[in-house]
């Protein structure tokens, strides 16, 4: 196993690979290796002929407040944890070869980088992606490997991908814990005593979540309830964000009450008692609604909805008092356009209607 420091020296030896037909496997990392990294390490080299690990404390995911400077390194013993776990090259460059002194393009991305961890650390996400994107760049890989630990992450990576064409595989690999729980973390380094054995609360608590789900519970509030009481019965423990959303597009999923999701003000798309209404009640009473509407949340705690009039509409002919939302933060524009988009292809829109969400969303992006 080789560590080098050198773009170039990637590159070239990962030409030579591609060039004897082989399949290149890439783990990023920031080093300081534990058995979590090492799970996506022999998993990659299962998987491919080659492997190249990262490691490389990446600056520009670090806000100004956080611990750039106090992040443990240790390359001897990541060398040796690589090299046991099947790694072929380990890819070490220092700031300087990965930033000129001028840097200045970033991939950002909207959406899926504001909520969750995004919303405390604004620019970590930035940071992350431009990285990613630089380091598969140099690399080159068929196949990448990231921790599910970094549920974000995975889905922000996977998306990026999937918007810039990157050609490359991203493999999700499952949470390693010790043996209390705990997820495997560079950062558990960081807990006294006393910290470390509170931190079992989380593993806990997110473990009594998941048995309510097995029970039946479909209602996030309360399950994120349940949540949130047992972390708050650590003392040491401080909630940051508790959550549940789509996997990959991070989106809340609520089932919430009829009552309380009022009309999108101006919708301007009327909704009729005719035919087809009477057929989607029907179909609501024999199969639920299928695909969730879409709700944002107002400060008052009710919900505005965005698309789904119809099938809230169905809902209440049913007699049905629940539906299942996706609930997303959006500004007044981003709403107008969103609930313009989402209904302006449907067959039966009148002419007239058609013309006043085009006027509404025009108006929407002039505000852009
Ligand atoms: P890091 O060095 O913290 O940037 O992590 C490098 C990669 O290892 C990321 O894809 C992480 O999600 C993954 N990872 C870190 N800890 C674990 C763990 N306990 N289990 C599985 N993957 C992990």
């Known amino acids: 196993m080789r560590v080098v420091e050198r773009i170039n020296d990637v590159r070239s030896t990962v030409k030579e690979w ?14 300081y290796l534990h058995e979590g990294h090492e799970s996506l390490i022999k998993k990659a080299s299962e998987e491919n002929d080659k492997v190249v690990v990262s490691i490389f404390v990446n600056p520009i995911q670090f806000g100004p407040k ?41 991939v950002d991305m909207n959406g899926l980088t504001n909520g969750l961890c995004g919303k405390s650390r604004p620019i970590h996400f930035r940071g992350v992606c431009t990285v990613v994107s630089k380091l598969f ?9 990231f921790g599910e630990k970094d ?23 499952p949470i390693v814990r010790e043996e209390d729980g705990l997820a495997k973390s560079s950062r558990n380094t960081y807990l006294s005593e006393e910290e470390r054995a509170a931190a079992t609360i989380l593993n806990k608590s997110l473990m009594l979540g998941k048995e309510e789900i097995q029970n039946g519970q479909r209602n996030s509030a309360s399950i994120i309830k349940i949540i949130e009481d047992s972390i708050k019965s650590e003392k040491l423990a401080r909630i940051d964000y508790v959550e549940i959303v789509d996997s ?4 809340k999923v609520e089932e919430i009450n009829i009552s309380s999701i009022k009309d999108f003000p101006n919708h301007p798309f009327k909704v009729i008692n005719d035919e087809k209404m009477q057929e989607m009640v029907k179909s609501v009473k024999e199969y639920g609604v299928i695909l969730p509407v879409i709700v944002r949340p107002k400060e008052d705690g009710t919900y505005e909805m965005i698309s789904g009039h119809r099938r809230k509409r169905a809902c209440e002919l049913a007699g049905i008092k629940q539906i299942r939302c996706i ?3 959006l500004t007044d524009d981003e709403a107008t ?13 009148l002419p007239s209607e058609k013309a006043f969400a085009y006027k509404l969303k025009l108006e929407a992006m002039k505000h852009q």
């Open 18 to 31: 591609k060039s004897q037909g082989l399949k290149v496997g890439f783990v990023p990392t920031m080093g």
């Open 66 to 106: 956080e611990d750039l400077a106090s992040y443990p390194r240790d390359l001897k013993r990541d060398s040796e944890i690589c090299e046991r776990a099947g790694a072929n090259l380990i890819f070490h460059p220092e700031n300087e070869e990965m930033y000129f002194n001028d840097f200045s393009t970033f």
């Open 137 to 145: 760049n140099i690399v080159a890989p068929d196949r990448a490997y």
């Open 151 to 173: 549920a974000q992450q995975l889905a922000v990576v996977k998306r990026m991908v999937r918007d810039l064409n990157i050609d490359v595989e991203i493999v999700g690999c």
């Open 248 to 251: 990959s597009s991070l989106e």
């Open 327 to 329: 609930v997303k933060d």
């Open 337 to 349: 356009i969103l609930m313009v988009d989402s209904n302006i292809q449907r067959e039966e829109i």
